[in-house]
């Protein structure tokens, strides 16, 4: 970027800043959205709850089937976008 270019588009500069933060922002908010490894461990935690009695089979089923749905939410995403 030459001396002129940047002189005229300094005004702008606090704009690209924010824009900046807010792609960091995202990317930040993806990556923790698309964690696999909350997913896991609530599954494992739902199991404990069963074995334990504290939550009969249907809830657990229907639970289980939501985890496991966002699972492969997470899994279909990664394979869009590869590994990091």
Do not use: C, N, S
């Amino acid at each position: 970027m030459g001396l002129f270019t940047q002189l005229a588009t300094l005004p702008l500069a606090p704009v690209r800043g924010v824009g900046w933060v807010a792609e960091r922002v995202k990317e930040a908010a993806e990556e923790q959205y698309y964690d696999p490894a909350p997913v896991e461990q609530e599954l494992a935690e739902l199991e404990k709850e069963l074995l334990a009695g504290r939550i009969d089979e249907e809830t657990f089923d229907r639970r289980e089937d939501e985890l496991l749905d966002r699972l492969e939410e997470i899994r279909a995403h990664t394979r869009r976008i590869g590994p990091r």
